[in-house]
């Protein structure tokens, strides 16, 4: 082989590696918009006003599966690119895009199940038709992903809080984000960047617990019961809704 011909070959080894580099990130980029799309998706149908949180829940977390089955099939297309070690050296630019679904994923989840998703149930998921995965899942990633689902909760607690029923569920969402955090603080040395997560788990589960804190100060000054409580708060954030609104706007 000359030296021509060997650079000729490092040349088109070097370009193929590009060439897949921004396939992988252009996919990354999509699952990445796809998933956030998920969890604006989810925390809407949740924010709507009904007698029936359950079946609520039970059609948000329908709706949520039906968009991640369109996101795996965005994934689908760079799984030929992403096999054995190919992973773990485009690993980088495919992870932001996973973590993303995964917070999607476990935020449908909860709604459905009230608890966390597992690393295997995230790998199964993470499978097309046939069964075959469409790529690794490490446990940095998973952890990463689940450990940002706080933050989403965080929001569903304050946007659920002055509904009927609101505050138990709040209250619950508490627990189970206090439960996270402790248990991810063990893994924080092992975890590139989990550590900055949990500061933003700390700062979520303490905005659960202020609202929570001043909901049950002003119900103990006035001494109103649970279900008057919720008539009250309930009827506040309506006329805050219609105060919203232009004059002569439909709701």
Same mark, same amino acid.
């Given at each position: 082989?000359?030296?021509?011909?060997?650079?000729?070959?490092?040349?088109?080894?070097?370009?193929?590696?590009?060439?897949?580099?921004?396939?992988?990130?252009?996919?990354?980029?999509?699952?990445?918009?796809?998933?956030?799309?998920?969890?604006?998706?989810?925390?809407?149908?949740?924010?709507?006003?009904?007698?029936?949180?359950?079946?609520?829940?039970?059609?948000?977390?329908? #709706?949520?599966?039906?968009?991640?089955?369109?996101?795996?099939?965005?994934?689908?297309?760079?799984?030929?690119?992403?096999?054995?070690?190919?992973?773990?050296?485009?690993?980088?630019?495919?992870?932001?895009?996973?973590?993303?679904?995964?917070?999607?994923?476990?935020?449908?989840?909860?709604?459905?199940?009230?608890?966390?998703?597992?690393?295997?149930?995230?790998?199964?998921?993470?499978?097309?038709?046939?069964?075959?995965?469409?790529?690794?899942?490490?446990?940095?990633?998973?952890?990463?992903?689940?450990?940002?689902?706080?933050?989403?909760?965080?929001?569903?607690?304050?946007?659920?809080?002055?509904?009927?029923?609101?505050?138990?569920?709040?209250?619950?969402?508490?627990?189970?984000?206090?439960?996270?955090?402790?248990?991810?603080?063990?893994?924080?040395?092992?975890?590139?960047?989990?550590?900055?997560?949990?500061?933003?788990?700390?700062?979520?589960?303490?905005?659960?617990?202020?609202?929570?804190?001043?909901?049950?100060?002003?119900?103990? #000054?006035?001494?109103?019961?649970?279900?008057?409580?919720?008539?009250?708060?309930?009827?506040?954030?309506?006329?805050?809704?219609?105060?919203?609104?232009?004059?002569?706007?439909?709701?």
């Amino acid at each position: 082989m000359t030296v021509a011909s060997a650079f000729e070959a490092f040349r088109e080894h070097l370009d193929e590696h590009h060439d897949r580099r921004e396939r992988i990130i252009k996919t990354n980029r999509d699952v990445t918009v796809a998933s956030k799309k998920v969890i604006f998706l989810l925390q809407r149908i949740l924010n709507e006003r009904t007698t029936d949180d359950r079946a609520l829940s039970h059609r948000a977390a329908a #709706e949520a599966k039906a968009k991640l089955a369109e996101i795996r099939v965005l994934l689908r297309n760079v799984t030929h690119e992403l096999q054995g070690e190919r992973f773990w050296r485009y690993a980088s630019n495919i992870s932001g895009g996973l973590q993303e679904y995964i917070e999607a994923l476990s935020l449908a989840h909860y709604i459905e199940h009230g608890r966390l998703v597992s690393y295997q149930e995230v790998k199964e998921d993470l499978r097309d038709e046939a069964g075959q995965p469409l790529c690794p899942l490490s446990v940095s990633d998973y952890i990463l992903g689940v450990s940002d689902l706080t933050g989403e909760l965080m929001r569903l607690a304050i946007s659920s809080i002055s509904k009927p029923g609101g505050r138990t569920k709040a209250s619950q969402i508490s627990s189970f984000v206090r439960g996270c955090k402790s248990d991810f603080e063990t893994l924080t040395p092992h975890i590139h960047e989990l550590r900055k997560k949990q500061v933003v788990t700390s700062q979520s589960l303490r905005k659960i617990e202020s609202a929570a804190y001043t909901i049950a100060i002003r119900s103990s #000054e006035f001494e109103l019961s649970p279900e008057m409580l919720d008539h009250i708060m309930s009827q506040m954030a309506a006329s805050g809704d219609d105060r919203g609104q232009p004059e002569g706007a439909e709701g």
